[in-house]
């Protein structure tokens, strides 16, 4: 009987060993499970953190390239606006030298015109000088018959031409000064029948003299 019991109780204390040695395994093994879990769980917050970052940085990406868009969009405006800027100030120097050549015409056309106005004045005096000297002439000659001239025509011969240019020279010459007054020849009489009378020279006399003003004012300003 001994003999069994002792064999009993060895096995016994045996697979109490065992079993202790077994829970401490299975103890063991069930903390490394649980350190797994929590690195998996570690390893999973990881690997959200990545796709949370990877999807912020496409977002990151896709902001980026907006703005660069937008800042050549800009720069393009700008560029553009650089050139209307630079088309306006070429229109403004070419009315600005428009004007200035339109002033200095003006001012001319105002010099000429208060040269001719001076000097149709000066010929208006001299006009009625004339007419009056005329008129006088008439009054003094004793009362005749009115001679029979032949219309008047401005001479066309080259010499005569040339006569009338150089008067007119001379006019220009004194232009600045005033005019004075022709002189009246002296009457002379003839017993030739082919001579016009006294009166009948003076008429002619002023109507050369205004034949020649009137042809030295449309030499001197033509009209355009």
């Given amino acids: 009987i001994f003999p069994i019991n002792t064999a009993v109780v060895l096995l016994h204390i045996f697979g ?17 499970i649980e350190t797994l879990q929590q690195l998996v769980e570690v390893d999973g917050g990881v690997v959200n953190e990545v796709k949370l970052l990877r999807k912020e940085s496409r977002n990151m990406n896709a902001r980026v390239t907006q703005l660069y868009m937008q800042l ?22 070419n009315h600005t030298s428009e004007m200035q ?40 000659r004793p009362h005749q018959p009115p001679a029979i001239l032949p219309p008047f025509h401005p001479p066309t011969y080259t010499r005569q031409n040339n006569q009338i240019t150089n ?11 005033p005019p004075t007054l022709p ?6 009489h003839s017993s030739s ?26 030499t001197t300003y033509p009209i355009s």
């Fill in 16 to 32: 109490k060993q065992q079993m202790d040695l077994l829970n401490g395994e299975l103890h063991k093994q069930r903390r490394q």
């Fill in 72 to 93: 050549l969009h800009e720069i393009i405006r700008k560029r553009d606006n650089a050139l209307e800027v630079s088309q306006l100030e070429n229109r403004v120097l």
């Fill in 101 to 140: 050549q339109l002033t200095a015409r003006y001012r001319d056309l105002e010099h000429k015109y208060q040269h001719l106005a001076s000097l149709a004045s000066n010929q208006s005096v001299l006009i009625v000088q004339l007419e009056e000297q005329c008129g006088v002439v008439r009054q003094t």
């Fill in 167 to 177: 008067e007119i020279q001379s006019d220009q010459n004194i232009k600045a000064m």
């Fill in 183 to 188: 002189t009246v020849p002296p009457e002379t």
């Fill in 193 to 218: 029948t082919d001579k016009p009378s006294g009166e009948s020279l003076q008429h002619h006399y002023c109507h050369r003299i205004l034949t020649l003003m009137l042809f030295q004012t449309h």
